[in-house]
């Protein structure tokens, strides 16, 4: 058996006739059709059953076919991709049983990122392109404090500042605490205690390091859709190993992404295959205790994104942490193993197995419970976009590494990558932060000036000033407080912010 055959060639031999990916065999061999590729999919099952591999075989496919594709890793292990996997007898055993006669071990084509900075090329955003709507889920805002952030949003586009990190958004709280009154009368009450809440949120959020996401230069998306010069579609890998500690920055940050996605790509219709492929793994973080204005849009969003050219795969334990609308629109699935072991769990199971298209020859409830370590049931989208019937299936070996690669091959990794160098060094621009700092400093510069010119006998004859600080002054004094990065680009809201406003 030529075990050691070009992983490439026999995806040639397999997929690029048909214009599929093979994901493993069952009574047939079942495949994903890269055409149908962008009306999503489902990878779902009990921890420990599979699922990250079966991520990393699509990934692994997708890639040799030219398709970009971004994933999360969420448990540190899915990095192992930039590397060749290892001769192991399991996986040799499993490539024979379902015919793979020729298997090679090879890495893919990978880059790295990370939010913190650590693990991979920063990845930024601007407080504007974020929005009001995902900054205060990322804050954990009420309605009635999210309409104050929603306020300073409005007053920084008509007083033509840019809201570019954190310490901006900071700067123009304090602004329309220092002036409620007069914003108040155009735009609505705006409580001082409230705007104290938002700020108490934004330290919270600074704490867990999440600040840096905002910053410059902000991240690109055609760097996330590269392919390699033999035609491979780079693998962006995001290092959330310490991201999914904070479950609600880590779900809006994907959901961001999406959004921009949406946003910023032509109309393409149907096509050969995706420009991209999108995992969303631990999915559910998406949906925990999302408001029905939120969960409505997800949909949205996600129904719109395949005219764009972009697949989107949930990865989580039950089809039923994804709501309805969302689960409805993921024809692509594979079901590895759940167990019921309560009322709970048993009622979880019927409902995974009643939403495949049922394969006479099994009972796919008991199946679900029966299956074994890279087992899943399988049901592909035909080339006419029907649902397969489903099918047990083993998921073929993947060719790349099982497991993180070392802190010396990821640096190698990034050292070699086409953004090398690009995101590493913050820009400072200046944003609303500095003009309200330049403002402040101003009035109390002209204040003083006014006070050395009053006549000498005015001065006597004044009262003796106040200790206390002056507005102008207590404000200029605030902002100079505040230090941080500085970024600029024009203001954008996202696409959940548009939508919010239809």
């Given at each position: 058996?030529?075990?050691?055959?070009?992983?490439?060639?026999?995806?040639?031999?397999?997929?690029?006739?048909?214009?599929?990916?093979?994901?493993?065999?069952?009574?047939?061999?079942?495949?994903?059709?890269l055409a149908r590729a962008n009306r999503h999919g489902l990878i779902a099952g009990a921890t420990g059953t599979g699922k990250t591999v079966t991520l990393q075989i699509l990934a692994e496919?997708?890639?040799?076919?030219?398709?970009?594709?971004?994933?999360?890793?969420?448990?540190?292990?899915?990095?192992?991709?930039?590397?060749?996997?290892?001769?192991?007898?399991?996986?040799?055993?499993?490539?024979?049983?379902?015919?793979?006669?020729?298997?090679?071990?090879?890495?893919?084509?990978?880059?790295?990122?990370?939010?913190?900075?650590?693990?991979?090329?920063?990845?930024?955003?601007?407080?504007?392109?974020?929005?009001?709507?995902?900054?205060?889920?990322?804050?954990?805002?009420?309605?009635?404090?999210?309409?104050?952030?929603?306020?300073?949003?409005?007053?920084?586009?008509?007083?033509?500042?840019?809201?570019?990190?954190?310490?901006?958004?900071?700067?123009?709280?304090?602004?329309?605490?220092?002036?409620?009154?007069?914003?108040?009368?155009?735009?609505?009450?705006?409580?001082?205690?409230?705007?104290?809440?938002?700020?108490?949120?934004?330290?919270?959020?600074?704490?867990?390091?999440?600040?840096?996401?905002?910053?410059?230069?902000?991240?690109?998306?055609?760097?996330?859709m590269r392919q390699t010069y033999e035609g491979r579609g780079f693998i962006n890998v995001l290092a959330a190993d310490r991201l999914i500690e904070a479950p609600r920055a880590y779900s809006?940050?994907?959901?961001?992404?999406?959004?921009?996605?949406?946003?910023?790509?032509?109309?393409?219709?149907?096509?050969?295959?995706?420009?991209?492929?999108?995992?969303?793994?631990?999915?559910?973080?998406?949906?925990?205790?999302?408001?029905?204005?939120?969960?409505?849009?997800?949909?949205?969003?996600?129904?719109?994104?395949?005219?764009?050219?972009?697949?989107?795969?949930?990865?989580?334990?039950?089809?039923?942490?994804?709501?309805?609308?969302?689960?409805?629109?993921?024809?692509?699935?594979?079901?590895?193993?759940?167990?019921?072991?309560?009322?709970?769990?048993?009622?979880?199971?019927?409902?995974?197995?009643?939403?495949?298209?049922?394969?006479?020859?099994?009972?796919?409830?008991?199946?679900?419970?029966?299956?074994?370590?890279?087992?899943?049931?399988?049901?592909?989208?035909?080339?006419?976009?029907?649902?397969?019937?489903?099918?047990?299936?083993?998921?073929?070996?993947?060719?790349?590494?099982?497991?993180?690669?070392?802190?010396?091959?990821?640096?190698?990794?990034?050292?070699?990558?086409?953004?090398?160098?690009?995101?590493?060094?913050?820009?400072?621009?200046?944003?609303?932060?500095?003009?309200?700092?330049?403002?402040?400093?101003?009035?109390?510069?002209?204040?003083?000036?006014?006070?050395?010119?009053?006549?000498?006998?005015?001065?006597?004859?004044?009262?003796?000033?106040?200790?206390?600080?002056?507005?102008?002054?207590?404000?200029?004094?605030?902002?100079?407080?505040?230090?941080?990065?500085?970024?600029?680009?024009?203001?954008?809201?996202?696409?959940?912010?548009?939508?919010?406003?239809?």
């Amino acid at each position: 058996m030529g075990l050691y055959f070009s992983f490439r060639e026999l995806l040639e031999d397999r997929v690029d006739v048909q214009g599929k990916l093979f994901i493993g065999k069952g009574q047939a061999p079942q495949y994903l059709d890269l055409a149908r590729a962008n009306r999503h999919g489902l990878i779902a099952g009990a921890t420990g059953t599979g699922k990250t591999v079966t991520l990393q075989i699509l990934a692994e496919g997708f890639s040799a076919q030219g398709v970009p594709v971004f994933m999360a890793d969420v448990k540190g292990d899915l990095s192992g991709i930039s590397q060749a996997g290892e001769a192991k007898e399991p996986l040799i055993k499993r490539a024979t049983d379902i015919g793979l006669d020729d298997y090679r071990f090879q890495p893919c084509p990978a880059m790295f990122w990370d939010v913190f900075g650590e693990q991979g090329h920063p990845v930024r955003t601007t407080v504007s392109e974020m929005g009001p709507l995902l900054l205060a889920r990322v804050l954990d805002l009420n309605d009635t404090q999210e309409g104050v952030l929603n306020i300073a949003f409005q007053v920084a586009d008509a007083e033509g500042m840019l809201l570019l990190d954190l310490e901006d958004l900071r700067s123009m709280l304090t602004f329309l605490g220092e002036n409620a009154d007069r914003i108040g009368r155009e735009y609505g009450r705006v409580s001082s205690a409230s705007v104290g809440a938002v700020q108490r949120s934004l330290l919270a959020l600074r704490s867990q390091g999440t600040d840096r996401f905002f910053g410059e230069p902000a991240l690109q998306l055609a760097d996330f859709m590269r392919q390699t010069y033999e035609g491979r579609g780079f693998i962006n890998v995001l290092a959330a190993d310490r991201l999914i500690e904070a479950p609600r920055a880590y779900s809006t940050f994907l959901l961001w992404l999406l959004s921009e996605l949406f946003e910023e790509l032509p109309e393409v219709g149907d096509v050969e295959k995706p420009k991209l492929v999108f995992f969303f793994d631990e999915a559910h973080l998406l949906f925990n205790d999302a408001p029905k204005a939120l969960v409505e849009r997800v949909a949205q969003v996600v129904r719109l994104i395949r005219s764009k050219g972009i697949g989107v795969f949930f990865v989580t334990q039950n089809p039923m942490d994804l709501p309805d609308e969302v689960l409805g629109q993921l024809g692509n699935r594979v079901q590895h193993a759940l167990r019921a072991f309560t009322p709970k769990d048993a009622k979880a199971v019927r409902a995974a197995a009643q939403t495949f298209r049922q394969n006479p020859a099994m009972d796919t409830e008991t199946v679900i419970t029966e299956l074994g370590v890279g087992e899943a049931l399988v049901s592909m989208l035909d080339e006419k976009g029907r649902p397969g019937m489903v099918e047990r299936t083993l998921i073929r070996p993947p060719s790349s590494r099982l497991g993180p690669a070392t802190a010396e091959e990821r640096a190698a990794v990034m050292a070699r990558s086409p953004v090398a160098g690009r995101y590493e060094q913050t820009v400072n621009r200046e944003s609303a932060y500095e003009i309200l700092l330049a403002r402040a400093e101003d009035a109390a510069r002209r204040q003083d000036e006014a006070a050395a010119q009053a006549p000498k006998t005015s001065r006597r004859a004044a009262p003796r000033r106040s200790s206390r600080q002056g507005v102008g002054e207590a404000f200029a004094k605030s902002i100079a407080r505040s230090v941080g990065s500085r970024l600029g680009r024009e203001i954008l809201r996202g696409i959940m912010g548009s939508l919010a406003r239809r």
